[in-house]
């Protein structure tokens, strides 16, 4: 018997466990085909809300955020991207060069959000290619339209929204709402906007979960709002 889910995937573009989260809860939610029909909602996180809009060499922001080695970081990058490649997703081996400002992107999935939920989740997964495996500059609007492109979105209207700054408050305030609520890390899985699963999980972590969660739901129960 089918159960309806909603998800809030709540995580940033510069966030790699949250490439490796979304994966992982795909490839659960590929397994419960059948059990599971879920209803995914992206949620705006900042990880560094002030980055300016050259962004920062990924070394020295690491260092001075968290006091890491380049030994360490280096360790952190080879275990990221193997954790990565289990879940099929590819992490470039250099890692990245610089970490950027994602506010513009959180715009666009915001907008892409109203236009359906399937391109919104495709905006995402373009978004996170495009920086960790590919190396491009989220915080580049023409990389950011390419990506809109890509997911089934108007070019014309990506760019459009990009440059009159559209959806700026309505991120703003879910930035808030989700801050408010105690989310301060990222990526965190909101299930029926009361269970909460935090951080790159397994598969099998996410897939146990939702079985639970689903048993506990009423049959054919539909999602709530947002």
Known sequence: MTRHLKIDFVSDISCPWCAIGLASLERALDSLQGQVVAELHFQPFE???????DGQDIAEHLTQKYGTTPRQQAAARDAIRERGA?????????????????????????WAGTVGRGRQ???????????????????????????AVQAGLDRADAARILEENEYAAEVRERERFFTDHGINAVPAVI????????????????????????????????????
């Open 47 to 53: 990880l560094n809300p002030r980055m300016g809009v």
């Open 86 to 110: 289990g879940v099929g997703f590819d992490f470039r081996k250099e890692g990245r060069g610089r970490i950027y400002n994602t506010f513009d992107a959180h715009r666009l999935l915001h």
């Open 121 to 147: 989740h495709a905006l995402k997964k373009a978004l996170l290619k495009a920086y960790f495996t590919d190396g491009k500059s989220p915080a580049d609007r023409q990389v950011l339209i390419d990506a």
């Open 191 to 226: 299930i029926d906007d009361r269970h909460l699963i935090q951080g790159g999980q397994l598969p099998e972590v996410f897939e146990q979960a939702l079985r639970q969660i689903a048993a506990e739901a009423r049959p054919g129960q539909p999602p709530t709002g947002r």
